[in-house]
């Protein structure tokens, strides 16, 4: 079965850093292309950012360009969001999503519901609190 589980999540004051993980199993993780997205309370999901397992290429959204950095290992079949500088207003359940690069990449810079209803595979997310 296919499977994302993100952890790392937590509670940091504003300024501080925190490192997600997101832990692929059951699929060819080399093949896909890992998002980002993020929920805070009463708002939609949005994109945050994502990495192609199959030539290494990243993109991020405007917020977050320059303080959060995502990176692979292919050995461990796991993605990591580097999160620094941290606003309160991102605080927000952080998800990730696997699935094929042109599908990823319009399902993180629009955050079209119907585009990620069609990613093949999410995580639960982890809940990530920035105070103020």
């Known amino acids: 079965e296919a499977q994302l589980v993100e952890s790392g999540g937590g509670l940091v004051q504003v300024g501080g850093s925190l490192r997600l993980s997101c832990a692929a199993s059951?699929?060819?993780?080399?093949?896909?292309?890992i998002g980002w997205f993020r929920q805070a309370p009463g708002k939609e999901r949005e994109g945050v950012c994502y990495?192609?397992?199959?030539?290494?290429?990243?993109y991020y959204k405007d917020p977050v360009k320059g303080r959060f950095t995502v990176s692979s290992d292919n050995d461990k079949n796991t993605v990591y969001l580097q999160m620094d500088s941290l606003k309160p207003e991102e605080t927000a359940v952080y998800y990730c999503?696997?699935?094929?690069?042109?599908?990823?990449?319009?399902?993180?810079?629009?955050?079209?519901?119907?585009?990620?209803?069609?990613?093949?595979?999410w995580g639960h997310g982890t809940q990530v609190t920035v105070s103020s």
């Open positions: 999503a696997a699935g094929l690069i042109d599908l990823v990449n319009a399902a993180v810079v629009t955050g079209n519901p119907n585009l990620l209803r069609h990613l093949e595979v």
């Open positions: 990495i192609s397992n199959t030539d290494g290429s990243t």
């Open positions: 059951g699929f060819s993780f080399g093949d896909y292309t």
